[in-house]
């Protein structure tokens, strides 16, 4: 009996504490039920907004953080840094919906040890908050060959130079719909530094209209 205890109070101490941050009460219920599943994992709280989800992280400083791209209208990517700063031992694995390849390089060059679409969590989410939180990188495979299209550094279809990771973000978005203002919104930047941006890729694509970098976009593949 005593070493049943004294087993299971080691168990409970090695479990790795999750953090889930999301704005959308029912994905965080679903996500909580899914790492519920796994006994080496425990959800120790919720966050719904960027400024709450610094500060949660910062108070229970978790193995893990699964952190949404976007909540409450703001982008979560800026945040990244201050995150890590502020919890060092937390691994953040991205759980997002955002497809464009773009997010998922922004995100792990700032520091995101994962990037994982939400489409995948039923099979993959348990599975890869277990790999960041052992110190690997999870790329959800079907985001690999997105990933190679867009390579860092790499060329355009016609020799262009290669888009930055913000670059990439704001054509995404523009390639969406969203205004400048919309795009400052979202990224957490000015909207005069979209505009220099939006000029930059403009330069790169070598193209006038916003119709002419759309296409362009698409066909030299960074849209995915």
């Known amino acids: 009996m005593h070493a ?7 168990d409970a101490m090695s479990r790795l504490s999750v953090v889930i941050a999301d704005d959308h009460p ?5 996500m909580r039920v899914l790492l519920s599943q796994d006994d080496s994992l425990e ?20 193995s893990v953080l699964v952190l949404d791209l976007t909540m409450a209208g703001q982008s979560s990517l ?8 502020a919890s060092p031992g937390t691994r953040v694995l991205i759980l997002t919906m955002q497809e464009d390849p773009a997010f ?20 993959e989410l348990v599975g890869a908050a277990r790999q960041v939180a052992r110190g690997a990188t999870y790329l959800q495979p079907a985001m690999g060959a997105r990933l ?8 355009g279809a016609d020799g262009d130079p290669a888009l930055t990771a913000r670059e990439l973000q704001v054509l995404s978005l523009l390639a ?19 505009e220099t941006h939006r000029a930059r890729i403009r330069d790169k694509l070598k193209t006038e209209t916003r119709a002419e970098l759309i296409a362009a976009a698409r066909e030299r593949g960074l849209l995915g």
Do not use: C, F
């Open 4 to 10: 049943d205890r004294a087993e299971q109070g080691v």
């Open 26 to 30: 029912v994905v965080r219920a679903g």
């Open 43 to 62: 959800v120790v709280a919720e966050s719904s907004t960027v400024p709450e989800t610094v500060e949660t992280v910062t108070r229970h400083q978790p």
């Open 78 to 85: 800026p945040s990244i840094p201050d995150l890590l700063a």
């Open 104 to 123: 998922a390089r922004a995100a792990l060059r700032i520091g995101a040890a994962g990037y994982l679409l939400k489409e995948a969590a039923a099979e």
């Open 148 to 155: 190679a299209i867009a390579d860092t550094g790499a060329p």
């Open 176 to 194: 969406l719909g969203h205004t400048n203002q919309e795009i400052a919104r979202r990224l957490y930047v000015s909207v005069r530094t979209v």
